[in-house]
């Protein structure tokens, strides 16, 4: 049975339209349904660590969140409190959905 999505971590070109592109640009990117691809960008420093380390670390939880929000459809939200937000700082963790990312993919996604 194959996987549905598939989470990478890559530096630079590697194979589908949007290579890495180094240190403290994008950090990673996911492709709408039905791709299911996530590619964190490996020349990141990356931390699960709750604090985050104060070495500018990204916080590889929080940016796979709105990867994964990506994945089910879900555009950049102009929220900055948002998860799907597209700015995410260094040292810095955001772990809860915020009513904009709630209300989003409810619309995407209705109840019965």
């Known amino acids: 049975m194959a996987s549905d999505l598939v989470v990478g ?12 592109d180094g240190l403290r640009n994008e950090l990673a990117h ?3 349904p039905t791709d299911g691809g996530l590619h964190y960008d490996g020349d990141e420093q990356w931390s699960s660590l709750v604090p985050l380390p104060d070495d500018g670390s990204y916080d590889v939880v929080w940016v796979g969140i709105n ?3 990506h994945l089910l459809g879900l555009v950049h939200s102009n929220d ?12 810095k963790n955001k772990r809860t959905l915020a009513a904009d990312d709630i209300d ?3 619309a995407l996604y209705p109840q019965g």
């Open 104 to 106: 989003a993919i409810r």
């Open 80 to 91: 900055p409190n948002a998860v799907m937000f597209p700015w995410v700082e260094p040292g």
């Open 9 to 20: 971590v890559y530096g630079g070109d590697h194979g589908d339209s949007v290579p890495c």
């Open 30 to 32: 996911a492709f709408y």
């Open 67 to 69: 990867e994964i929000g």
